[in-house]
């Protein structure tokens, strides 16, 4: 679990713990990082990980968080613009780290983003599906659930590399046809 201040002394923390995870990520892996080293690129004591995290994957927790705030507040402000703005939304956001995210999404230790961000766009594509299909119940949840959990793998195959150069355009035009597909049914 990770701890939340608007504390200017705790989010200057936070945020070299964030950057030291980053960094070390990218340099040897997410197993590979012990509190002490990270503490140490961060700068910081160990007393001042454990004030903000209760483990080093609560790191990870928390990006995924802060990032899924950040597209359903996007989301709002666009409206209903459809997947492709979803995931341009989700990819710029990625674009200042996006090495890290490539790992991340590359990377079988990295199950708790995953799954986090599946369940993030469940609660966007069972508003979706809700407003343009008859589904209703456990029916549109189960809907919901297939749908984020394809579309998602999807998007993080294609952010870790494993569709080629596919442009992002031609996988959000891909993710459209197939949700127009599945609401038409």
Do not use: C
Request: glycine share 4%; aromatic share 12%.
């Amino acid at each position: 679990m990770y701890r939340t201040s608007n504390d200017l002394r705790f989010v200057k923390n936070r945020e070299a713990l964030q950057r030291a995870y980053i960094d070390l990520v990218k340099q040897k892996g997410a197993h590979a990082i012990t509190v002490k080293e990270l503490t140490q690129r961060a700068r910081v004591n160990r007393m001042t990980f454990y004030s903000h995290y209760d483990a080093i994957d609560d790191i990870l927790a928390e990006f995924v968080d802060e990032m899924t705030e950040a597209i359903l507040d996007a989301r709002s402000k666009q409206g209903d613009a459809g997947i492709a703005a979803l995931f341009e939304t989700a990819t710029e956001l990625m674009q200042q780290e996006i090495d890290f995210f490539r790992l991340v999404a590359q990377g079988s230790e990295f199950e708790l983003f995953r799954g986090r961000f599946r369940a993030a766009f469940r609660r966007i594509f069972e508003e979706e599906l809700q407003h343009a299909s008859n589904l209703r119940g456990t029916r549109l949840t189960m809907a919901a659930d297939m749908v984020a959990s394809g579309v998602t793998y999807a998007y993080l195959d294609w952010l870790a590399g494993d569709f080629g150069d596919l442009p992002l355009d031609d996988m959000l035009m891909y993710f459209e046809e197939t949700l127009a597909r599945f609401v038409a049914e």
